[in-house]
């Protein structure tokens, strides 16, 4: 079991900033992936981005070069530095962790931090 806290979110005008953080309760060694989805109302939740145990990043292609998303080991947290935020971004932001093990898949879900991006 994984458990999963966000923070960070918040409301901010277009083109601000915002930094979320997730606090994963297990070493980040231990997943093989993690993520930030995000859901708006009325819409599916989508990935945002996301990065593996070996390092790769992937990106949504609307966040690509606005959005970066890091990790501290040390503090088992993974973040997503939003910048020149965009109306559009307004959703629910969820923090994912992926651990595949005994040839079994299990997601964990974080309980979400509202952005909002409005002036």
């Known amino acids: 079991q994984v458990q999963l806290v966000e923070s960070g979110g918040g409301l901010v005008q277009p083109g601000g900033s915002l930094r979320l953080s997730c606090i994963t309760s297990r070493s980040l060694f231990s997943m093989n992936r993690m993520g930030w989805y995000r859901q708006a109302p009325g819409k599916q939740r989508e990935l945002v981005a996301l990065?593996?145990?070996?390092?790769?990043?992937n990106y949504e292609d609307s966040v690509k070069g606005r959005f970066t998303i890091s990790t501290n080991n040390a503090k088992n947290t993974v973040y997503l530095q939003m910048n020149s935020l965009k109306p559009e971004d307004t959703a629910v932001y969820y923090c994912?962790?992926?651990?595949?093990?005994?040839?079994?898949?299990?997601?964990?879900w974080g309980q979400g931090t509202q952005v909002t991006v409005s002036s």
């Open positions: 994912n962790a992926r651990v595949i093990a005994g040839g079994n898949e299990y997601n964990y």
């Open positions: 990065i593996t145990s070996g390092g790769s990043i």
